[in-house]
Every structure is written in structure tokens, then in C-alpha cells.
């Protein structure tokens, strides 16, 4: 006996189908939009409570003075930071470290470790794969010789390399915050937007325009996350997005002389060193 129930036909069931797979193909890109506009925000968030703790430090120990970006380390291993050598430009200035023992004194004041690490760096290999690295925040890297721990934001303050000769005039020169009375126009914290021009690196952006980007030698940065950014975080306290298409090349964070030829080579003239990595702000 019939029941009278009808089965759905092929036909029907091809279009319901090929409903789900257009609502599918609308929503989840939007859904993941939504999750890096989210990344942005808590990045945002970070950045400023960051900038809120270096600001306390420098109202606190260091009496008007922000922290020293890390610099070079002499044989000895204890930090120079005499101004006169840096200016020779045989000294190295990276900023995504920082020296330990000034870490120390500043988690006096950033008491949540995560506060310096970009929600988005932080699902990188460049977390994930350092077995240093423990989810809380900074960390000491496993290839480090120098005691410094490596932070996931860019930080601006206290480094000389800013007065190195620029001979490279494409390059925009920059200006490190050293104390609470600069400008609170200058950036004291930015997302990671380098570009390492070498065999040995690669163009990076924590914010590409789907997530975390890395290119290969020699893609530029503005190919690979056009519609990417970078949030900033000013001495004023101030955090801004800002678009990588409004962003500008800078002279370089960190310096190697010409060590094969024993000599002081710069290396943005392209003849000297491994790397000659810049960074975008």
C-alpha cells in the first residue's frame, strides 16, 4: 500500500545541494575576514597595553627614559651601549629583541606576557617551531649566543641604527623614541612588515590581507599582502591601522659590515653582508 509519501527526485536534491555550496562559498570567507578583523582588534588591544607599560617604565625606572632597544654585545658579553660605537655602524640593532635584563625590569610593568605577542605572529613557525617558545610571551630564541628575548612586535625605542648614514635614497630615514617628551607622533611599537632581501630570508607581514604572509627572495612585501597592515602603537599611547599601500620603506633595523673583506662596508649599497632586512611603518 502506497503512503502517499513523496522521495525527493534527483533533480531537487542536486539544487538543494548546490544551495548549500553557494551559501558555504559566500559565508565562509566572510567568516574568515571575521577572524582576522578580530586578530586586528585583540592585536590592537595588546599593542596598547604595551605601549602603556613602556610608558610606565620610563615614568618609573627609568626616570623620564624609555628602554634601550637591544644592541650589540661586546666580546665579554655585557651590553655596550655607548652611542659613539653604534654610530660607527659596526654594531647591530634588531627590533623584534630585547635584552634580558631589561626585560626583567620591565615585567614589572607589563605583568601579561602575551601583551607583547601579535595574536597572528604568534601562529607563525616562527613561534611554533622554537621549542623556547611556550605561548606566554617572550621568549630567549634557540639560536641566540646573546642574552635576549625576542618579542612579537617591532619595538621602536632607544636604537642608534636610526642615525646611521642612509646612502640608499629610496629609504626613508626614521626617528627612535628615547624619552616620554618626543613627539607622541613617533611609533614605539608596529605589527612585523620586514623585508629580509637576502637568499637567507624572506618579506613578511603578521596582517596579510588572509592571515600571516611570507614570500620568497625576491617578492616584495607590497606583492604578497596588498591588502594587508599594520597596527601602531605611538609614544602617545595611540594605537592606528594602517594600510601597507600607505606605508613607507625604512632604513634598516639591524647591521653587518662586510666581515668576508674586513672592512666597514654599508650594506645598502647591495655589496655587503647577508642580509639587508627594512621594515614597513
Same mark, same amino acid.
Given at each position: ?5 513523496? !522521495? ?41 597595553? !604595551? ?7 620610563? !615614568?618609573?625606572?627609568? +626616570? ?16 655596550? *651601549?655607548?652611542? =659613539? ?7 647591530? #640593532? ?10 626583567? +625590569? ?5 605583568? *601579561? ?11 607563525? =613557525? ?9 605561548? =606566554? ?26 642615525? %646611521? ?40 607581514? #603578521? ?8 614570500? /620568497? ?5 607590497? =606583492? ?5 597592515? #599594520? ?9 592606528? %591601522?594602517?594600510?601597507?599601500? *600607505?606605508?613607507? /620603506? ?11 673583506? +674586513? ?19
Amino acid at each position: 500500500m502506497r503512503t502517499g509519501k513523496k !522521495a525527493f527526485t534527483l533533480v531537487e536534491l542536486l539544487v538543494v545541494i548546490s544551495i548549500i555550496a553557494l551559501l558555504l562559498a559566500v559565508l565562509i570567507p566572510a567568516l574568515s575576514r571575521a577572524k582576522l578583523l578580530a586578530e586586528r582588534v585583540v592585536c590592537s588591544g595588546r599593542e596598547k597595553d !604595551a605601549a602603556t607599560g613602556f610608558l610606565a617604565y620610563a !615614568a618609573g625606572i627609568g +626616570n623620564g627614559r624609555l628602554p634601550i632597544g637591544q644592541m650589540g654585545r661586546n666580546t665579554a658579553g655585557t651590553n655596550i *651601549e655607548d652611542e =659613539t660605537i653604534y654610530l660607527q655602524g659596526r654594531k647591530w #640593532s634588531l627590533l623584534s629583541h630585547f635584552a634580558v635584563e631589561r626585560w626583567i +625590569n620591565l615585567k614589572t610593568y607589563i605583568k *601579561e606576557g602575551r601583551t607583547l605577542i601579535c595574536p597572528a605572529y604568534a601562529k607563525t =613557525t616562527d613561534c611554533t617551531s622554537d621549542p623556547n617558545y611556550d605561548g =606566554t610571551g617572550p621568549w630567549m630564541p634557540k639560536r641566540a649566543t646573546w642574552r635576549a628575548v625576542k618579542f612579537g612586535y617591532n619595538y621602536h625605542g632607544g636604537h642608534f641604527a636610526e642615525k %646611521w648614514t642612509v646612502v640608499n635614497p629610496s629609504i626613508n630615514s626614521w626617528k627612535s623614541p628615547y624619552r616620554m617628551t618626543d613627539s607622541g607622533s613617533l611609533p614605539l611599537l608596529s605589527d612585523f612588515a620586514n623585508e629580509f632581501s637576502s637568499a637567507a630570508g624572506a618579506p613578511f607581514i #603578521s596582517h596579510g590581507n588572509s592571515g600571516p604572509k611570507k614570500g /620568497k627572495y625576491p617578492e616584495l612585501l607590497s =606583492t604578497i599582502a596588498s591588502r594587508g597592515g #599594520s597596527n601602531i602603537a605611538c609614544l602617545d599611547g595611540s594605537v592606528r %591601522w594602517k594600510p601597507i599601500r *600607505e606605508m613607507k /620603506k625604512y632604513y634598516r633595523g639591524k647591521n653587518f659590515a662586510v666581515e668576508v673583506r +674586513n672592512i666597514v662596508q654599508p650594506i645598502e649599497d647591495g655589496t655587503g653582508g647577508r642580509y639587508y632586512p627594512y621594515g614597513y611603518w
